[in-house]
């Protein structure tokens, strides 16, 4: 049982299946939908991923993480599946990255969940990369902040890995996430975007500018009720409480909820053990 409503000022009450932009808690479904690809043999946990997305073959790494995007040494080894599951890889992001990095990404439109249909104070206007197979590629010719394998640091790589199950599966992102969570969870309310019919069970969405709370993305207005440019594994889902309380009991159940067989045991266990590099 939850308490609140909606939206500021109003009375409509949230409740288990209200809706809500989970961010970054996209993360664990898009984690697991890879733990799936990989007991099933499509993907390796130590696999080089320029083996799925060749554009990743002969990655460079800044010298410092604000350093000149020319100032480089080459990656002292690949990338792997592992590396982009725990933040290791040493990509950057919109939100950790700064200086040349940054506004590389921003040029490049690597973008990740989306917020608002309007500008935000202190955060440039960026266009999003035009689908995320284009979004991968550009990715892939901007420099790392780490070496891999050598240091955690908060990144897009779950936003990658979308990338890595489309190749791996031949399915669309998210018709995946549909069709080996979603469905067979349960969960008929977790989408990237909401469809018009739901747009009444979301909740606004509010920022804080000067100590005064705002409405960074109304309801009503939601940049959510578009399709999304970019698939955003790492940051794109719209669910409601009962959705992912669903998909949570599937992990409790070790890969089972209800009776239904979602993926293994092994999948489940595996994935949500340390899987830190040893480095």
């Not at 989306?114 to 440039?124: N, T």
């Not at 399915?171 to 996430?177: G, I, K, N, S, V």
């Not at 989408?191 to 019919?197: D, G, K, Y």
């Not at 993305?217 to 955003?232: K, R």
Request: include cysteine.
């Amino acid at each position: 049982v939850g308490g609140g409503t909606l939206a500021l000022g109003t009375l409509a009450p949230v409740d288990e299946n209200s809706l809500y932009r989970i961010y970054s808690m996209s993360k664990p479904i898009t984690g697991m939908a890879t733990m799936i690809l990989i007991d099933e043999g499509k993907l390796g946990l130590d696999q080089p991923v320029a083996e799925i997305l060749p554009a990743f073959r002969d990655m460079r790494v800044l010298v410092s993480p604000e350093a000149p995007l020319d100032e480089t040494v080459p990656a002292s080894r690949p990338i792997t599946i592992r590396q982009l599951l725990t933040h290791t890889a040493g990509l950057g992001y919109q939100i950790v990255s700064k200086g040349p990095l940054l506004k590389a990404y921003n040029d490049a439109g690597i973008v990740g969940g989306r917020v608002s249909r309007m500008p935000i104070p202190g955060f440039p206007p960026v266009t999003p990369a035009p689908g995320l197979a284009e979004w991968a590629d550009r990715l892939a010719e901007l420099p790392l902040m780490y070496q891999p394998a050598t240091r955690w640091s908060y990144s897009c790589s779950i936003d990658l890995l979308g990338r890595v199950i489309e190749v791996a599966s031949g399915m669309a992102f998210e018709a995946f996430l549909k069709k080996r969570i979603f469905d067979p969870c349960g969960m008929t309310s977790t989408w990237m975007q909401v469809p018009a019919s739901e747009a009444h069970r979301l909740t606004d969405n509010y920022g804080i500018l000067g100590g005064n709370v705002f409405p960074l993305d109304p309801a009503a207005n939601s940049i959510y009720l578009d399709p999304p440019e970019v698939p955003a594994g790492g940051g794109g889902l719209v669910s409601s409480p009962r959705d992912y309380d669903r998909f949570q009991r599937m992990l409790l159940g070790y890969g089972r909820i209800d009776g239904k067989f979602v993926t293994s045991e092994d999948a489940v266990r595996v994935g949500t053990s340390n899987l830190v590099p040893a480095t």
